[in-house]
């Protein structure tokens, strides 16, 4: 929004104001120069001055009127302008909240009422005795409320003990829940200690919990008051959430949404970084059977096995009601993009509530524990998502992702505005995420599934099944792959290098239950960027024929795709069977999948016999599947979000490209050394190799 300057705009001579009164004299008016306003960029500009400090001293006004070329007398009018908008922003969204709260009082007043008005004693038909049940019922309540007192009395004790703090009011009617001034309801950020590690399974019930009946209570109450806030931040756009200045996505404007939930620092000896944004999408898939996904914590880790590692559930805490009610207790680890971005470690409450017959919202939020991880460095603020069925077969999400990120922990240079910027973690990448497995998944049973002008489309069910499963699976461990090398835990390392191609080796022991040896695996990893387009670098890896060109496994070898299967609604898509142009006889071949989204791409591939498919699925087998990881930077999707609404400017393009191999080697282990200098040759071959052939290959005008 513009703000005019009044008397502080145009040409600043205040002692002509009295002409604006007689603005239809032309000839009083002649000479003076008119106010036109601030253009787009120098509104961008102070905009983004303003999120970074809404209160500049007179210096720092001084010094952004020079850089903008303007007076300092206008600076600070806008500044006052803007702080009031923003506040009269604030007072109205607080006021319909509370207009809304008020009618739903008012409401359950008259249904109160008109059901004192009905009481009828059942014997005769007449007045029943509501004076004797009324001392019957307050004598009731007397008792439950001293009983209560007592509760909310050891309660406030323990969470004062928790907190360092003096008792506090957990009356449900208190501030704590639905606020008593402007600023909105209090949520208890104050999140529990869990008084010992947990060893629970994804069971209904853990007869070993050292949960007490005490701390479920603040669990339940911590989780219900983070559905409240994921509710009002679901249903609130300004000012509480402003589009960011890169991604054009909406984040939090920090300064209001504290004026209705209030923070604390979660982090030791140090401050926090924020995330935060929020999304929107159809997809496709019944609301229930989403609902069932998001309470599986093995399904939550297949739903989005590009994102998590894996995931737990520690501990049910409530049953709740077909799946209304529920809360869990559970642990999760994210991965994404490249070895150099760390993962994130987190454990959390996770809340699932039925809202209407076709709405549900399902609310993660962080909560300490004792597991050895005294010191979180990710802190998950209320998450999650609204699900709305629009049809049987079609759901409205809304997503909001709310973490709060250790300042201390630094991400790789390459990757640092990706994770920053809200796209390596943020609500939109979730939902895309949601979108293509779901789509993936639809596609399966897809009768009228489009041909692509491939002969080899694979017409059986069974046989498309089979692929997708195995394709599935072999994208999970690729991504898995890709955080190895930062959990020792998992792997027996035998050696680790860095060197100054920012390759990185990992090695590790393989055992073959059909084989008296152990093998050898090595992981070659490494991550650069490319002055190119990420759906023209997709496109070449993605390409049968042009395989040979970097791919030195190949031995410049030509291949065709055989056969392929549909994975969503993209032409682009799919799974296809690579098998060399002349000289097979057998089934070996590459199982390769390809997949394009609005933030980036992957091609993932591993070596295999065709016949031997049914048997990985079933664990029979072990696949190493080797890919590319094609990632959009900042600048690219700030473009393309540009673009798609104006049609004009110029265009940078930039690709963050990571490439991980898995080769599998037989021999002992004292030829690590020489194993590892190989492997570290065929990566660099192979890395020369892309870049010859991408960039001598491409007649774009970068």
């Known amino acids: ?13 205040d002692k002509h104001n009295h002409n604006h009164k007689n603005s239809h004299n032309k000839s009083s008016n002649k000479g003076k120069k008119a106010y036109h306003g601030h253009n787009s960029d120098r509104t961008s500009k102070l905009e983004e001055m303003f999120r970074k400090c809404p209160h500049p001293t007179k210096s720092t006004r001084c010094q952004i009127a020079e850089e903008l070329g303007l007076e300092p007398k206008q600076v600070k009018f806008w500044f006052q302008n803007k702080r009031t908008q923003i506040k009269t922003q604030t007072e109205r969204t607080n006021n319909s909240i509370f207009r809304i709260e008020n009618e739903k009082i008012r409401k359950d007043n008259l249904l109160l009422r008109e059901a004192f008005k009905n009481i009828i004693c059942p014997s005769c038909g007449g007045s029943s005795n509501v004076d004797e049940k009324r001392k019957r019922s307050l004598e009731q309540l007397r008792l439950e409320n001293a009983c209560l007192r007592e509760e909310h009395e050891r309660v406030s004790s323990a969470l004062a003990k928790y907190m360092g703090k003096p008792g506090l009011d957990l009356n449900m009617n208190s501030t704590l829940m639905r606020g008593s001034s402007s600023r909105g309801p209090l949520i208890p950020r104050s999140y529990l200690k869990l008084s010992a590690p947990f060893q629970g399974e994804d069971t209904m019930f853990n007869p070993g919990s050292r949960i007490t009946q005490m701390e479920k209570t603040m669990m ?10 994921l509710i009002r931040l679901m249903c609130t ?6 589009k960011s200045s890169n991604h054009q996505s909406f984040v939090l404007h920090l300064e209001s949404y504290e004026a209705f939930f209030p923070r604390i620092n979660h982090f030791k000896n140090s401050q926090a970084r924020v995330e ?34 894996k995931a737990r559930t520690i501990e049910v805490l409530a049953n709740g009601s077909n799946r209304s009610g529920v809360l869990l207790l559970m642990s999760e680890e994210m991965h994404v993009l490249s070895p150099l971005v760390p993962s994130r470690e987190l454990c959390f409450l996770r809340y699932c509530e039925q809202l209407e017959e076709r709405s549900w919202v399902i609310v993660d939020v ?30 409205w999400i809304s997503w909001i992702e709310h973490v709060e990120v250790d300042e201390r922990i630094e991400t790789h240079q390459l990757y640092k505005d990706i994770v920053n910027n809200n796209i390596a973690y943020g609500a939109e990448r979730w939902l895309l995420e949601l979108q293509r497995m779901c789509a993936k998944f639809t596609s399966v049973g897809d009768e009228n599934m489009p041909d692509y002008d491939i002969n080899g489309v694979i017409p059986i069910l069974g046989g498309r099944k089979n692929m997708i499963k195995f394709s599935h699976q072999m994208v999970k461990n690729f991504y898995g792959v890709l955080s190895m090398s930062s959990k020792p835990e998992y792997l027996e390392h035998l050696a680790e290098e860095n060197n100054n191609n920012n390759i990185r080796i990992v090695v590790r022991k393989y055992t073959n239950p059909s084989q008296s040896n152990a093998m050898i695996i090595f992981i070659a990893t490494t991550s650069f960027r490319l002055p190119l387009p990420s759906e023209y670098v997709f496109d070449f890896f993605r390409d049968p024929i042009k395989r040979a060109k970097w791919d030195v496994m190949c031995y410049e070898s030509p291949v065709h795709e055989v056969a392929r299967v549909s994975a969503g609604t993209n032409p682009s898509n799919y799974i296809s069977i690579i098998q ?11 199982i390769q999948e390809s997949c394009i989204d609005d933030l980036g791409s992957y091609v993932v591939y591993s070596p295999v016999n065709v016949s031997d498919i049914k048997r990985t699925i079933n664990g029979e087998m072990s696949i190493f599947p080797s890919g590319i990881v094609i990632s959009k930077d900042v600048q690219s999707i700030t473009n393309a979000s540009a673009w798609s609404s104006e049609s004009g400017g110029s265009r940078t393009h930039s690709t963050l490209l990571t490439v991980a191999f898995q080769i599998l080697m037989n021999g002992p282990t004292t030829m690590v050394a020489e194993s590892k200098t190989v492997v570290n040759s065929l990566m660099t071959s192979t890395i020369q190799n892309i870049n010859y052939a991408l960039m001598n290959g491409s007649n774009l005008e970068l």
Not at 580 to 590: K, S
Request: net charge negative; glycine share 8%; with cysteine.
């Open 237 to 242: 756009n300004e000012p509480i959430w402003v």
């Open 220 to 229: 339940s109450k911590t989780a219900v008051a983070a559905k409240e806030e």
């Open 366 to 395: 962080s909560v300490d524990s004792t597991n050895g991880n005294n010191n979180p460095k990710y802190w998950r603020c209320p998450s999650g998502c609204m699900i709305h069925e629009v049809s049987n077969e079609l759901c």
């Open 580 to 590: 060399p142009l002349h000289g097979t006889t057998n089934n070996m071949g590459i």
């Open 276 to 309: 935060s944004s929020k999304h929107s999408r159809l997809v496709r898939i019944q609301a229930m059977e989403l609902v069932e996904m998001f309470l599986n914590s093995e399904n939550w880790a297949n739903l989005f096995s590009t994102i998590v590692r």
């Open 1 to 13: 929004m513009d703000f005019s300057m009044g008397a502080a705009g145009g040409s600043g001579d």
